[in-house]
């Protein structure tokens, strides 16, 4: 196909109305009679509410309602769920403590909603929030994993004792344990994961509206997959049934996984519509952001990498700590088992691996999904042993990777996962040589000869994007399935629509899935509309995450498509009188094979609609719908190289070089796969150097603004030099295996490597500040 | 993010601007950038009834030169003084600073006078106005009266301004042309306070320091004026041991609290290490431009 097609770095359609001002996102909303609602928040990380006065504020100008808690238990609005079941070892279910949408007894988390006012305006709402008296006893917090589950631990939920919501484990223990304690090596590491806050461009919102004539119920929201919403909102929020509930997600700026979930604030802008009969508004402040998205990791783990004499793995023992905050998100328990442990063995041959993974309330922000989910950790965790393990022996950590890389496709892990390809060895060669790794030395000599560290760090990642199939998530305790829907409609005049169920917040859905479309009818991508997001006008899908609309929801658009085209051929060779086999859809144009006989793609289209001259029994219209089930994951892989320099006088790291070399089979559109690298990258670099999230020990978030939380700017990257290897997906038929989060998942370790090489000192925790850096080289240089 | 209910006042002269001040006493607050007092006030922490906009005040904007004194007026953005060939040529360690403030966006906005009374002790205008000698002039319902930067500040946020008084300009004695001059400025990200920072003003003579002054900021709840730092640089080449000794000097007299931008340790450190780095660089000016 030409200049539009897969394969092409085709200029994104979307981005003229985004950079002209012109997107419309759910704050852009506006309603006849809309009021405007504003949370009240627990000023405190754990305390019982005695008492709630909105006396005061309901007398205040402009207000609607002031609604509390105990007023959702009476409408019966259901509390927030966990749709993932996950079992303790033991085989008991997950410990689960009540989630309310508003507070009604305790409060567990600084942030947590407790009332809201409804007013004629904000400033209106905010000012009555004030005049809110919450009577609070305050209860003893605890902020950190390995506190929260020593005995005599503040309790957080009466179902979870010792704040333990499951003890899950995966592997073989009696084989790993025996593969440890005959090793001739044993690299043992503490590896923290430090806990991030995702910050989305746009802060989450959402408006709410009641048509009291139909009894219908529309939400606008900032979500990922508005289906899923709609499900939960109906299902198990009790907010309307399906058939009167619509939820639409238009133009979102960016989720990174938060805008995965229902939240408190949605449900109640809908109960509240109903309740006062008009549209409600709510959208957060960047504080409001910080305290009530979803985090992101937050892991406290302990690892065992045991070698043979020959350097060869033979078992991989890890424990790990997973901080769930103050109650369970929505994916949350699936993040640090299934997302996490079932990766553990990331690019390398490791017959034995057992994992056990203790999940444990705080009080602090719930934590869940954020870009790449339980990947990132397992990347870090096994990249930071393989490198260390190379220094204890001596080894190039490329060497000692190489070694051990899996080489033989498909490949059984000993924790769920069959790899279906890869070349591990074709994406390090490529990375080594992009960043002239044989030159390293030498460039080491020169920053020492201005008194500077140099180091280089070597990460090689997998990942597991298109959780599938949805047989096989549904018996580890999913509770949707993870398929997509897409249903193509040509035109009349032969133009297409394509309704698909994945939800695009920047990823270019609507260039890339338009390219297919063009690659396959021949059509331009101007005359195709990528429709998403409303559950009004796509019938059912699962949304975006986990890097699944390429694999998953352009599989499903192929299917649709290949109907299309397969009732197009019938019509056209009846049309042309020729063998439906000969008919060929190329340029825009039908054509019969091995003739000159060819028509419009147009003219097919409209034949279709004005069904004067059909095959004898066929519906009129061209229009087909598609589900499509992946039967495995896709792995994206790669290596990644950080080189940085270090100025040991302040403990001021640089990153001088940063080389991706990913395999991400084939690439629908080069342009945007590299815009995703670029961002994850800069995202993992934002976790290795910056972003560190600190509470005190009575649970404030200290780091609760750009002030004190310090996200990655421009300066602080270089520029990145992007490679791909390509070793096509077996498992869908474009070849497709993801790439929306393999820079954030290969980028940390290799920044950390980097680092602890330059400092030849091989611990340093997330984020590696100046204070860190400095404090690492000063405390070496004490020892010595 | 929405600040309560405050009545707005816009004056046209200083004269207005005291009397609608004296007239409110504790309930008025003067507006000039407005890059501190507003964010407090969105998050409440800050609740004046009135608020005076001094951004309508013509008298109070402007650069001029007066004999071997430069007067800066206090509703002077940062922008303005990057912009002013006068400072880049007389006072360029002005324009060096006001370049490491915040960002773009916040010095269009952002004035000298703003930072300099606000007392915050993270704001980098406050140590160079200390080195520099500078001296604030202040309006209020009782007159007008003159401190010196270097006798300004008392603690976090509390400063001599008394009740009532604005800040209407600063004036500052020109360095001999020729001086050397830096401020060096460690900073975790574009747009934060500094972990440590140092302004440096000195002159080179045969090689030597003739003159010397260094001031510090964002390591203690004020700005320090590193006196013994800078006597010690006087005489010498200002060889390693020299640049060693002021460092120390400096971080003996710093008193920085644990942050974010690191551990009250590291900042002390810091404190020694861009002291050092400011003389050096200070240094190399002035035997460039001799």
């Given at each position: 196909?030409?200049?539009?097609?897969?394969?092409?770095?085709?200029?994104?359609?979307?981005?003229?109305?985004?950079?002209?001002?012109?997107?419309?996102?759910?704050?852009?909303?506006?309603?006849?009679?809309?009021?405007?609602?504003?949370?009240?928040?627990?000023?405190?990380?754990?305390?019982?509410?005695?008492?709630?006065?909105?006396?005061?504020?309901?007398?205040?100008?402009?207000?609607?309602?002031?609604?509390?808690?105990?007023?959702?238990?009476?409408?019966?609005?259901?509390?927030?769920?966990?749709?993932?079941?996950?079992?303790?070892?033991?085989?008991?279910?997950?410990?689960m403590g009540a989630f309310p949408a508003m507070a009604n007894e305790t409060v567990r988390w600084v942030g947590q909603a407790v009332a809201v006012v409804i007013a004629e305006t904000k400033n209106l709402a905010r000012?009555?929030?004030?005049?809110?008296?919450?009577?609070?006893?305050?209860?003893?917090?605890?902020?950190?994993?390995r506190e929260a589950v020593k005995p005599g631990a503040p309790q957080l939920h009466p179902e979870a004792a010792n704040n333990t919501i499951y003890q899950w484990s995966i592997g073989d223990q009696s084989a790993t344990d025996a593969a440890i304690a005959g090793a001739a090596h044993v690299v043992t590491m503490d590896i923290m994961n430090n806990r991030l806050v995702p910050n989305p461009m746009e802060p989450r919102s959402a408006v709410a509206q009641y048509d009291s004539a139909d009894d219908h119920l529309t939400l606008w929201t900032t979500s990922q997959n508005p289906h899923v919403a709609r499900l939960l909102l109906s299902a198990f929020y009790n907010i309307a049934p399906e058939n009167k509930l619509r939820v639409i997600a238009p133009d979102v700026g960016g989720g990174f996984g938060a805008k995965i979930y229902v939240y408190p604030e949605e449900i109640v802008c809908l109960w509240a519509a109903r309740k006062i009969d008009r549209p409600v508004k709510w959208t957060a402040d960047?504080?409001?952001?910080?305290?009530?998205?979803?985090?992101?990791?937050?892991?406290?783990?302990?690892?065992?990498?045991?070698?043979?004499?020959?350097?060869?793995?033979?078992?991989?023992?890890?424990?790990?700590?997973?901080?769930?905050?103050?109650?369970?998100?929505?994916?949350?328990?699936?993040?640090?088992?299934?997302?996490?442990?079932?990766?553990?063995?990331?690019?390398?041959?490791?017959?034995?691996?057992?994992?056990?993974?203790d999940g444990v309330y705080t009080n602090t922000v719930p934590v869940d999904a954020y870009r790449g989910a339980g990947r990132p950790e397992a990347a870090f965790l096994i990249e930071r042993l393989m490198e260390t393990a190379a220094r204890q022996f001596g080894m190039s950590p490329a060497d000692l990777r190489r070694k051990n890389f899996i080489t033989q496709f498909p490949h059984q892990t000993p924790v769920i996962m069959t790899y279906d390809t890869g070349d591990f060895n074709a994406s390090l060669d490529a990375a080594m040589k992009a960043i002239d790794y044989a030159g390293f030395p030498a460039r080491k000599a020169a920053s020492a000869a201005k008194g500077k560290l140099r180091g280089i760090g070597i990460s090689c990642y997998i990942e597991a994007c298109g959780i599938a199939p949805s047989k096989a998530v549904g018996s580890l305790g999913a509770g949707v399935g993870l398929w997509e829907s897409a249903e193509?409609?040509?035109?009349?005049?032969?133009?297409?629509?394509?309704?698909?169920?994945?939800?695009?917040?920047?990823?270019?859905?609507?260039?890339?899935?338009?390219?297919?479309?063009?690659?396959?009818?021949?059509?331009?991508?101007?005359?195709?509309?990528?429709?998403?997001?409303?559950?009004?006008?796509?019938?059912?899908?699962?949304?975006?995450?986990?890097?699944?609309?390429?694999?998953?929801?352009?599989?499903?658009?192929?299917?649709?498509?290949?109907?299309?085209?397969?009732?197009?051929?019938?019509?056209?060779?009846?049309?042309?009188?020729?063998?439906?086999?000969?008919?060929?859809?190329?340029?825009?144009?039908?054509?019969?094979?091995?003739?000159?006989?060819?028509?419009?793609?147009?003219?097919v289209a409209l034949a279709a609609y004005t069904g004067h001259n059909l095959p004898d029994g066929m519906e009129p219209g061209l229009k087909e719908g598609a589900f499509y089930d992946p039967t495995n994951f896709t792995f994206p892989a790669g290596s990644y190289i950080a080189e940085v320099e270090i100025d040991p006088d302040t403990g001021k790291t640089t990153v001088c070089n940063f080389t991706a070399a990913d395999d991400f089979g084939n690439l629908m559109n080069p342009m945007i796969v590299e815009g995703q690298v670029h961002g994850g990258i800069a995202q993992g670099i934002g976790q290795a150097l910056l972003e560190g999230t600190v509470y005190t020990g009575d649970g404030q978030l200290l780091t609760a603004s750009y002030m004190d939380y310090a996200m990655p700017r421009a300066d602080d990257l270089p520029s990145f030099d992007i490679h791909h290897t390509c070793t096509p997906c077996p498992g869908n038929p474009l070849g497709i295996k993801g790439c929306g989060e393999a820079?954030?998942?290969?980028?940390?370790?290799?920044?950390?490597?980097?680092?602890?090489?330059?400092?030849?000192?091989?611990?340093?925790?997330?984020?590696?500040?100046?204070?860190r850096v400095w404090h690492a080289i000063h405390s070496r240089m004490a020892a010595e | 993010m929405i600040p309560g209910q405050f009545v707005y006042h816009r004056p046209a002269s200083i004269a207005e601007a005291v009397a609608v001040l004296a007239a409110h006493g504790d309930e008025a607050r003067p507006l000039s950038g407005g890059h501190s007092l507003i964010p407090m006030m969105k998050l409440r922490m800050a609740t004046p009834e009135h608020l005076v906009d001094l951004a309508g005040i013509s008298e109070l904007k402007g650069i001029s030169q007066q004999g071997q004194t430069i007067v800066i007026g206090a509703m002077t953005t940062q922008a303005d003084l990057i912009k002013s060939d006068l400072l880049a040529s007389a006072l360029p360690i002005i324009r060096e600073t006001s370049l490491q403030i915040a960002d773009p966006q916040i010095r269009t906005k952002g004035t000298i006078g703003g930072n300099v009374a606000n007392g915050d002790p993270g704001n980098d205008m406050p140590g160079l106005m200390q080195c520099l000698g500078a001296t604030y002039h202040l309006s209020g319902a009782s007159g007008e009266r003159t401190v010196a930067a270097r006798d300004f500040y008392q603690g976090a946020y509390f400063t001599s301004l008394d009740v009532g008084e604005i800040l209407t300009s600063i004036s500052i004695p020109v360095p001999p042309a020729g001086h050397g001059y830096a401020y060096e400025k460690l900073k975790r990200k574009i747009g934060d306070y500094a972990t440590?920072?140092?302004?440096?003003?000195?002159?080179?003579?045969?090689?030597?320091?003739?003159?010397?002054?260094?001031?510090?900021?964002?390591?203690?709840?004020?700005?320090?004026?590193?006196?013994?730092?800078?006597?010690?640089?006087?005489?010498?080449?200002?060889?390693?041991?020299?640049?060693?000794?002021?460092?120390?000097?400096?971080?003996?007299?710093?008193?920085?609290?644990?942050?974010?931008?690191?551990?009250?340790?590291?900042?002390?450190?810091?404190?020694?290490?861009?002291?050092?780095?400011?003389?050096?660089?200070?240094?190399s000016r002035a035997m460039k431009g001799a």
């Open positions: 196909m030409g200049v539009e097609g897969i394969g092409q770095s085709v200029v994104r359609k979307e981005d003229k109305r985004f950079i002209t001002g012109k997107g419309k996102y759910t704050d852009d909303i506006k309603l006849q009679g809309l009021t405007q609602a504003h949370f009240v928040r627990s000023p405190h990380a754990h305390a019982r509410i005695k008492s709630i006065d909105t006396s005061a504020a309901k007398a205040m100008p402009g207000v609607v309602a002031v609604l509390t808690g105990s007023e959702l238990v009476g409408d019966k609005i259901g509390n927030l769920i966990c749709g993932w079941m996950v079992h303790s070892k033991d085989g008991s279910p997950m410990k000012d009555a929030a004030e005049a809110v008296v919450v009577d609070y006893e305050e209860l003893q917090a605890v902020v950190d994993v960047r504080s409001e952001a910080f305290l009530t998205d979803a985090h992101g990791r937050d892991h406290v783990s302990k690892a065992e990498l045991a070698f043979d004499a020959d350097h060869k793995i033979i078992g991989l023992r890890v424990h790990t700590y997973a901080n769930f905050g103050a109650y369970m998100s929505l994916f949350s328990s699936s993040v640090p088992t299934y997302l996490y442990a079932t990766l553990l063995s990331g690019q390398y041959n490791i017959p034995n691996i057992y994992c056990e993974v193509v409609r040509v035109n009349p005049v032969g133009t297409v629509e394509v309704l698909t169920g994945s939800h695009s917040h920047g990823q270019g859905h609507e260039t890339t899935f338009a390219q297919l479309i063009s690659t396959r009818l021949g059509v331009g991508i101007d005359t195709v509309q990528i429709i998403h997001g409303d559950t009004d006008k796509v019938q059912f899908g699962m949304g975006t995450y986990g890097s699944r609309s390429g694999a998953v929801g352009m599989s499903a658009i192929l299917k649709a498509v290949e109907k299309v085209e397969a009732k197009a051929r019938k019509i056209a060779a009846h049309l042309m009188e020729a063998a439906e086999g000969d008919i060929v859809i190329e340029g825009g144009e039908v054509k019969v094979a091995g003739t000159d006989k060819k028509m419009p793609w147009a003219l820079g954030a998942i290969g980028s940390p370790p290799a920044i950390i490597n980097a680092i602890t090489d330059a400092l030849g000192h091989n611990h340093i925790e997330m984020p590696a500040t100046p204070d | 440590a920072a140092t302004a440096v003003i000195l002159t080179m003579a045969d090689g030597k320091v003739a003159t010397c002054s260094i001031a510090l900021t964002n390591v203690s709840s004020t700005p320090l004026f590193a006196e013994e730092a800078a006597q010690l640089c006087l005489g010498t080449s200002l060889d390693a041991a020299t640049l060693k000794a002021a460092g120390e000097a400096a971080k003996s007299i710093s008193d920085p609290a644990a942050d974010g931008r690191g551990t009250a340790e590291y900042r002390r450190e810091m404190a020694g290490v861009v002291t050092a780095r400011a003389l050096a660089k200070a240094a």
